[in-house]
């Protein structure tokens, strides 16, 4: 099927085109572990601007637990997290 011009019709770009996905390879599960092991503090940017200065207690493939420093132990989905970086 031919687009107007002769052109080909443009394809919507992959991000992940000819790259794994982090949660894919492995590396983003290590890197939660060494966190949990080391019990190192982190902060944690959310997609709506906030931070969250704790612990990451727990992780799995769909969330996070994080125990704050100024409060309880929460339970965060992964898709609602920017990235997450020691303190």
Same mark, same amino acid.
């Given at each position: ?22 949660? !894919?390879? =492995? &590396? ?6 060494? /966190? ?28 996070? !637990?994080? =125990? &704050? ?6 339970? /965060? ?11």
């Amino acid at each position: 099927m031919n687009s107007p011009r002769g052109r080909k019709p443009v394809k919507p770009r992959n991000h992940w085109a000819g790259r794994s996905a982090p949660e !894919s390879t =492995g &590396l983003q599960a290590k890197y939660l572990r060494s /966190l949990v092991d080391s019990r190192s503090t982190v902060t944690v940017f959310l997609k709506t601007g906030e931070q969250l200065h704790g612990r990451i207690r727990y992780y799995d493939r769909d969330c996070l !637990s994080i =125990g &704050l420093s100024d409060g309880p132990n929460i339970f /965060l989905r992964n898709n609602s997290v920017l990235y997450v970086s020691e303190s």
